[in-house]
């Protein structure tokens, strides 16, 4: 039974993409495939003339973006098969976060996206701030939009470097680009660390608010960094807009059906690449995303090419929203609770429950977590699950590899931006 190969697409002139509404939502219709590659295909069924070889692609390839191995199955350069397999880095992270109390869980979900900590440390405290129903102070409140969205560009920023060489070293001169993505990000990180004293994990949000506060200065630091990352985009995009081999590589190449990514539950620029307009910045605003208008990127072609097109203009929004805010920091305190000394200083009423999903530089970062049922032990969560838009996009593979080459699998899976360590948890 040969595979359904995804028909050639040609990039639609501006305005001549049409849209249809499905369950309410509009999307391309040159888009929609029909059937989907099926991830499931039995090999025995398959052309018994065919010479099909297996590969192995990770776990220590360094495409993989992490520990992932995905095992190929290959009709001469055409995948017709991809079996991803899950679970090399896996540390146990939701379980160890049960053993803990509400206070000492920050730190470890610190390492769960390593590329974007402070979208670990927001999505985490903010549900249980919701369980707690404590509403931290406006400057805090500004701070943490802050942080997400210089994080935002610090993780695209790396993401755009590593992708390059992804695709091939005669993009961006080699290493080039990737020291100079490199090069502004360690800016960011610079800037975090005069806040919090670390350098990566940086255990800065707590249940209520801030555990730091902005040393004096900073903003005015922190407008001249993100003035000069956004003078240096047009740079990164000489690299590669005009790249005959870039634009080969990538157009066309891994087309994204939104309909398949929504069921999936895909999210983020991802999702937005493929023409689906939702945003939880804009659409269920927290922290203080209500104070700011975001205008989210949206892209028609749903390939490889509108994924980059989509982070690009992300990290210009992004320092446009940081950047407005950082001029008007409010005044006062930078948490609703007293400072936390001992574990059990923070406890939750007995069975509640709460759920917060926030829009990570990858998709929608969730915890669900709920509360113990016993009084003696309020300061534990009873059980904690965390939604890693990282691990939807992984699910992708089996869909967008058949009908690929090698070498387009590597560009596939590095735009879709994973990170295994939230994979795996």
Same mark, same amino acid.
């Given at each position: ?56 692609? /990770? ?5 993989? $973006? ?21 679970? &090399? ?26 590329? !974007? ?83 990566? $994990? &940086? ?5 209520? /608010? ?6 004096? +200065? ?9 003035? $000069? ?6 740079? &990164? ?16 190449? +891994? ?19 493929? /023409? ?55 005044? /006062? ?21 709460? &759920? ?6 990858? +998709? ?16 534990? *969560? ?5 939604? *890693?838009?990282?691990? $939807? ?13 090698? !070498? ?5 899976? +590095? ?11």
């Amino acid at each position: 039974m040969p595979l359904p190969v995804p028909r050639p697409f040609q990039r639609p002139a501006r305005g001549a993409t049409r849209h249809v509404e499905v369950g309410g939502v509009r999307v391309p219709y040159e888009l929609v495939v029909d059937p989907w590659p099926d991830p499931y295909l039995d090999l025995d069924a398959y052309d018994p003339d065919a010479d099909l070889m297996p590969i192995n692609w /990770g776990p220590q390839h360094p495409s993989t $973006h992490g520990v992932l191995r995905v095992k190929l199955f290959m009709d001469g350069e055409v995948c017709v098969k991809a079996v991803p397999y899950l679970g &090399y880095l896996h540390r146990g992270v939701e379980k160890l976060c049960e053993k803990l109390s509400y206070a000492q869980v920050t730190p470890i979900v610190d390492k769960n996206d390593y590329v !974007s900590p402070m979208m670990n440390e927001l999505a985490i405290n903010m549900a249980f701030e919701k369980l707690l129903g404590v509403e931290p102070p406006p400057r805090a409140q500004v701070i943490r939009t802050i942080f997400a969205e210089m994080q935002r560009v610090a993780s695209h920023l790396l993401w755009l470097g590593t992708w390059a060489m992804d695709a091939g070293g005669a993009l961006g001169g080699g290493a080039t680009l990737f020291m100079y993505c490199f090069r502004e990000r360690e800016m960011i990180l610079d800037l975090f660390e005069e806040v919090t004293g670390a350098r990566f $994990h &940086y255990n800065t949000h707590t249940v209520g /608010g801030n555990r730091h506060d902005l040393p004096g +200065g900073w903003e005015e630091k922190a407008i001249r960094v993100l003035d $000069h990352i956004e003078s240096r985009l047009p740079e &990164y995009e000489d690299f590669l807009r005009d790249n005959d081999i870039f634009l080969v590589r990538t157009r066309g190449v +891994g087309r994204l059906d939104p309909l398949l990514a929504m069921e999936i539950g895909v999210s983020g620029p991802s999702l937005r690449a493929s /023409g689906v307009d939702h945003d939880r910045r804009r659409d269920a605003p927290y922290a203080a995303y209500d104070r700011v208008e975001v205008k989210v990127p949206v892209r028609d072609a749903g390939d490889a090419l509108a994924r980059y097109e989509v982070r690009m203009d992300e990290m210009r929004e992004s320092i446009r929203i940081a950047r407005e805010l950082l001029q008007d920091v409010p005044a /006062g305190p930078i948490t609703a609770l007293k400072p936390v000394k001992m574990p059990k200083a923070i406890k939750v009423a007995t069975g509640r429950s709460a &759920y917060v999903g926030i829009e990570s530089p990858r +998709g929608e970062l969730g915890t669900f977590v709920i509360a113990q049922n016993e009084r003696k032990t309020a300061h534990l *969560p009873y059980r904690l699950k965390i939604r *890693p838009p990282s691990f $939807h996009a992984m699910a992708l593979l089996p869909y967008l590899a058949p009908g690929a080459t090698l !070498s387009d699998i590597v560009v596939i899976a +590095g735009s879709l931006d994973p990170i295994l360590g939230e994979v795996d948890r």
